[in-house]
């Protein structure tokens, strides 16, 4: 158990529907990561939240946003869904400082565009 | 700004040994390590921070060239618990230090 808790694991919709996943990270981590992954593909950046606020942004689309909660819990929104969408959803955690250090990531959520 | 992984893929037989290649084509200011097993989540295997270190555990390690800007992760005697994707994360120094893009990943398959 990696401490990051992602819901819901499992997620089927329909095109155009709009969806929200919840990420919470470990216990005292101030970063969090969004990652995609379509089918059997690599870990696609998104984006990055550090204690409430945009650190760094990737390939996110426009109808993709996230915020991350004063509670440092993070949502992904993802709206006006299309087939392409569909993949494996990814939330990593790290305890930031001045040295890198190892990021841990939730179980995903597999979301299911149909 | 996303490294490059080789080879794509590589297919074993238990007890053999395997490498695999990262490189980036910016100043790094990290390399990171992780294994993924088929529909699960990245496990971290390791992170190397300075030129030329290198770092191991079990029968997995890793070497850092800093001047090159390439990694490469070892892996001796393989298991067949050594299965899966190895994706190898970078950290450019000219970007947010905070900031990991993985490559595209490796997939290693161990066979009896």
New interface residues.
């Given amino acids: 158990d990696?401490g990051v808790t992602q819901t819901p694991k499992h997620l089927i919709t329909a095109t155009g529907q709009r969806v929200t996943l919840r990420c919470s990270p470990r216990s005292g981590d101030l970063?969090v990561?969004w990652?995609q992954q379509s089918l059997d593909?690599?870990?696609q950046?998104l984006i990055?939240y550090?204690n409430g606020e945009e650190?760094?942004k990737?390939n996110i689309l426009e109808r993709f946003s996230a915020q991350q909660f004063p509670d440092l819990h993070s949502e992904l929104n993802l709206s006006s869904l299309e087939l392409g969408d569909s993949a494996?959803y990814?939330c990593a955690s790290?305890a930031?400082g001045t040295?890198?250090?190892?990021?841990?990531?939730?179980?995903?959520t597999r979301l299911t565009v149909v | 700004q996303q490294p490059v992984q080789s080879p794509q893929a590589v297919i074993l037989r238990e007890g053999e040994d395997a490498v695999i290649n990262c490189s980036s084509s910016k100043a790094l200011?990290?390399v990171?390590w992780?294994r993924q097993k088929h529909?699960?989540?990245?496990?971290?295997l390791m992170?190397l921070?300075k030129g030329g270190e290198q770092k191991g555990h079990d029968k997995i390690s890793a070497s850092f060239n800093e001047k090159k800007q390439q990694s490469s992760l070892y892996l001796t005697a393989s298991q067949l618990s050594y299965s899966g994707t190895y994706?190898c994360?970078t950290?450019i120094k000219e970007?947010?230090?905070?900031?990991?893009?993985?490559?595209?990943?490796t997939s290693l398959s161990v066979i009896p």
Avoid: C, M, N
């Fill in positions: 990696s970063s990561y990652y593909q690599g870990l950046f990055q550090y650190r760094a990737g494996l990814f790290r930031s040295v890198s250090t190892e990021a841990f990531f939730g179980q995903g | 200011y990290s990171h992780y529909g699960e989540a990245p496990v971290f992170i921070l994706f994360g950290e970007t947010s230090y905070d900031k990991v893009i993985f490559g595209p990943g």
